[in-house]
């Protein structure tokens, strides 16, 4: 039995989340707090523009890993001094890292995140871990998703097939069957939010298209979204991950281009964005998980109802709800995912991804920064 804190930042950018949990010999792990805080305007425009440009000077990368390794800890601060615990208490952090590139397929494969792990140990004075994709890309894995491990010791039932489905930047999938010794299965499908968050962002100058109003008052353009669908990646068999480098707005702009949709309006390409994440879900539960009873949201897509309606119509009739309703509240899911790797990393505890991330064998994840209590 432990607590451990959480941290996550996904691909949208849109907050720092973190989750403080309980976990138990006995029991299923438990939320105990959570804090979401905002990233400071400039620190959220230079990660933005990192991620999106792939490129900087050696010192700028060096000085944005530092900075948000602080902003990874002010809120972890945050976090217990309104919970009321102390440091002390905590036996561990578990921190995601902010993902600028992601290559495991490539000739010396990889996955770089950043926010400096002895920043967060240092200034909470808890055992901090960190760079979880890096030994399962080196053991032959994909590096991601990872959370489908979380998923099935929290969500997994007896007497239902469930998907997790998590919507962030990218969206990907644990299929949990009712059989407790099934093999488990995760992939990403594609991308979730990253394309219509880039669309709406540069057209109408908001972060996000709240609740999908802007996409459900546009038409779906039946040939940009069979452009969209040709790429390649949805034609790779599992395991599977992708991200940003691939799905991004220059990739966008050059599907308008080989489609002759550059006239488009945009509200149109709006929802031909929604249409397109909606669909590769949908294949890839088709595909690989048709025995599913339901579908359990998390991540920002749940709060997008246009998106959630959208996938209801298109998995009928499999039902489709949110991780609230078996338990965890969908924007806190990840975060405390990234808690409860932290107590395998730091117990010694081997995690089985070989048929979620393609690794040759179970593996002992992340990187640990010893709090010098711990020294």
């Known amino acids: 039995m432990g607590l451990y804190i959480g941290v996550m930042s996904g691909t949208s950018l849109d907050a720092i989340d973190v989750a403080l949990i309980k976990t138990s ?34 010192s700028q990368l060096g000085e944005l890993d530092v900075r948000l390794g602080h902003a990874y800890a002010d809120a972890i601060n945050v976090l217990l001094e309104s919970s009321g615990i102390s440091a002390a208490q905590i036996d561990g952090i578990g921190c995601h890292g902010q993902t600028i590139f992601h290559s495991p397929d490539s000739q010396y494969p990889f996955s770089m995140q950043i926010g400096n792990g002895n920043v967060i140990a240092e200034k909470t004075g808890i055992t901090t871990v960190c760079d979880f994709r ?62 219509m968050d880039a669309w709406i962002q540069q057209h109408q100058q908001q972060a996000f298209d709240n609740e999908g109003k802007w996409a459900e008052g546009g038409q779906v353009n039946q040939v940009l979204l069979l452009q969209l669908k040709s790429n390649a990646y949805f034609e790779r068999k ?30 149109d390409v709006q929802a031909t964005l929604m249409a397109f994440t909606v669909s590769t879900v949908t294949d890839a539960i088709n595909q690989y998980a048709r025995q599913t009873d339901k579908v359990y949201v998390c991540g920002g ?10 996938l209801q119509t298109a998995l009928n009739p499999i039902k489709v709800e949110t991780t ?9 899911v990840e975060a405390a995912a990234f808690g409860w790797l932290a107590e395998q990393t730091l117990q010694h505890n081997a995690l089985d991804l070989r048929e979620v991330t393609g690794a040759r064998s179970p593996n002992i994840l992340g990187a640990v920064y010893w709090s010098k209590k711990a020294s």
């Open 238 to 267: 599992i395991p599977k991950s992708t991200g940003c480098e691939l799905f991004n707005l220059s990739w966008l702009m050059q599907q308008l281009s080989l489609s002759g949709t550059t006239d488009l309006a945009p509200q």
């Open 134 to 195: 890096q030994r399962d890309i080196i053991n032959g894995g994909q590096g991601a998703p990872l959370v489908p491990a979380f998923h099935a010791a929290i969500f997994r039932s007896d007497s239902e097939n469930r998907v997790i489905l998590n919507i962030g930047g990218i969206s990907n999938i644990s299929i949990l069957t009712a059989k407790s010794h099934s093999v488990l299965q995760g992939f990403d499908t594609g991308p979730g939010n990253t394309l």
């Open 324 to 332: 609230a309703t078996i338990g965890l509240e969908p924007q806190w």
């Open 301 to 310: 897509g749940a709060r997008n109802s246009a998106l959630m309606r959208q």
């Open 25 to 58: 010999a006995t029991e299923q792990p438990r939320l105990l707090a959570h804090h979401s805080a905002e990233f400071a305007v400039g620190l959220q425009r230079s990660l933005t523009d990192l991620i999106r440009t792939q490129h900087c000077h050696l």
